[in-house]
C-alpha cells in the first residue's frame, strides 16, 4: 500500500510532502478484488488458487499484514500434462504444468469422476514435462522431466518423495523440447542446441547432433526413433539409431511475396 504524508499549507491547502510503501503481503495474482466485510477480501485469480484473505493492522507471525482463511483449487492454465505412476501400482496419475508466472506449479491429480489435488510442487516458468524410467528392467515410470525457459530438470521418485538428480548425458542448462526412450532403451533429449542420445545405464551422452552453423532449434516432433526439427524456415529429418543420431533428409522452404 502507498501512503502519503502531506502537511497543511497557510493557504488552507495541503501539500505533500513524502509518501512510503508498506509490505501487506503476498496473494495469487488478482484478476479482481472484492471486499466483502471485516477486513474480509475475495482474491479471484485465473493463474493461481483462488483465496479469502483477511488483513491485520499489526503484523502477524509470518511478518504479514493478511492471513489467507481459506484457498480455492485452480488447476488452469495446463500448460503441458502426462500421465505418470507414482505408486507403481498400475493406476496412472494426471502430472499438470498448472498456473503462470509466479503462480506456476507442478501438479499431481487423481483421474476419475472427480478432481482431487494430493501434492503440489512452486515452479515457475514451467513449459513442458515428460515420464520415463532409468530403470530399464521396469515398465514403470519413476523419473520426471522438467523443462523450464532457460533450463531443465530431471526429478527422481523414492516412493513418495521426489529429488533433483544429476544425469552426465542430459543438458541442464537449455530448455528441452522433447525427452522420451527409444525402441531400446536409450534416451533422447531434444534442446534448442541439439538432439541428443543418452544411455539410461551409465547416464552418459553416446551421440548428438546439431544444426549447421550452430543454429537454434525452434519446434521439434520425435516418435523416439525418428525426429523432424524447425529451424528458422529450415526443416531436418533426423534418424536416431542405437549408437548415432544422424541426419537423413534436408529441405529449405523460400517465400516469395508479390510486391
Given amino acids: 500500500m502507498l501512503f502519503l504524508k502531506y502537511e497543511k499549507t497557510l493557504n488552507g491547502k495541503f501539500k505533500v510532502t513524502d509518501l512510503y510503501l508498506r509490505y501487506f503481503g503476498e496473494i495469487s495474482i488478482p484478476i479482481s478484488l472484492t471486499y466483502l466485510d471485516n477486513k474480509v477480501i475475495y482474491v479471484a485469480s485465473k493463474f493461481g488458487d483462488s483465496q479469502l484473505i483477511k488483513l491485520h493492522y499489526e503484523l502477524n507471525e509470518t511478518g504479514s499484514h493478511l492471513t489467507i482463511l ?147 532449434i525452434n519446434a521439434v516432433s520425435c516418435n523416439g526413433h525418428q525426429a523432424v526439427c524447425s529451424s528458422g524456415h529450415d526443416l531436418y529429418y533426423i534418424e536416431i539409431g542405437s549408437q548415432k543420431i544422424f541426419q537423413n533428409k534436408y529441405n529449405i522452404f523460400v517465400y516469395t511475396f508479390d510486391v
Avoid at 521418485?157 to 543438458?171: K, L, P, Q, R, T
Fill in 70 to 216: 481459506d484457498q480455492y483449487l485452480n488447476l488452469g492454465p495446463i500448460v503441458d500434462m502426462c500421465l505418470v505412476d507414482i505408486d507403481q501400482r498400475g493406476q496412472e496419475q494426471i502430472v499438470t504444468c498448472s498456473g503462470a508466472y509466479k503462480d506456476g506449479s507442478l501438479r499431481i491429480i487423481n483421474n476419475g469422476v472427480g478432481i482431487q489435488e494430493i501434492a503440489t510442487i512452486d515452479l515457475l516458468g514451467i513449459k513442458g514435462i515428460w515420464s520415463l524410467s532409468f530403470n530399464t528392467k521396469s515398465d514403470l515410470d519413476d523419473t520426471l522431466v522438467l523443462s523450464f525457459v532457460w533450463h531443465s530438470k530431471v526429478l527422481a521418485y523414492d516412493s513418495e518423495e521426489a529429488e533433483e538428480i544429476y544425469v552426465e548425458g542430459f543438458e541442464s542448462e537449455l530448455q528441452t523440447f522433447y525427452c522420451g526412450k527409444t525402441l531400446d532403451n536409450k534416451m533422447v533429449q531434444v534442446t534448442s542446441a541439439s538432439v541428443r542420445l543418452i544411455c539410461m545405464e551409465s547416464k552418459k551422452l553416446i551421440s548428438e547432433w546439431k544444426v549447421p552453423y550452430f543454429r537454434n
